[in-house]
């Protein structure tokens, strides 16, 4: 089992920065993918930024490129995604998540984290 724990959520204005932080702990043996996900009220749950394990290797969505940056600490055992220039668009509660699959498909993402709310104001 993997055990996922986000943290670092918060309300801020628009133009303004967040970081989030994800504890994994846990068999963590053949993690290939941690990823970032997001939802909104009403919308459907969307990825927004993943990263290999193995490699560093890392994909965003196109809604947060340039802005968002996902990072692994891997003596922390500690998962981050760094939050500028954030717009009200970007308010969700957002989610930690993992993956055994090798090819990291999202839809394969099985072990969750308990979300943290982010609020970007206009």
């Known amino acids: 089992q993997v055990q996922l724990v986000e943290s670092g959520g918060g309300s801020v204005q628009a133009g303004g920065s967040l970081r989030l932080s994800c504890a994994v702990s846990g068999y963590t043996g053949n993690v290939y993918c941690i990823a970032w996900f997001r939802q909104a009220p009403g919308k459907e749950r969307e990825g927004v930024a993943a990263?290999?394990?193995?490699?560093?290797?890392?994909g965003y969505a196109d809604s947060v490129k340039g802005r968002f940056t996902i990072s692994q600490d891997n003596a922390k055992k500690t998962l981050y995604l760094q939050m500028n220039s954030l717009k009200p668009e970007d308010t969700a509660m957002y989610y930690c998540?993992?993956?055994?699959?090798?090819?990291?498909?999202?839809?394969?993402?099985?072990?969750w984290g308990q979300g943290t709310q982010v609020t970007v104001s206009s």
């Open positions: 998540a993992a993956t055994r699959d090798f090819g990291c498909r999202l839809e394969e993402y099985n072990y």
């Open positions: 990263i290999r394990t193995g490699d560093g290797n890392t």
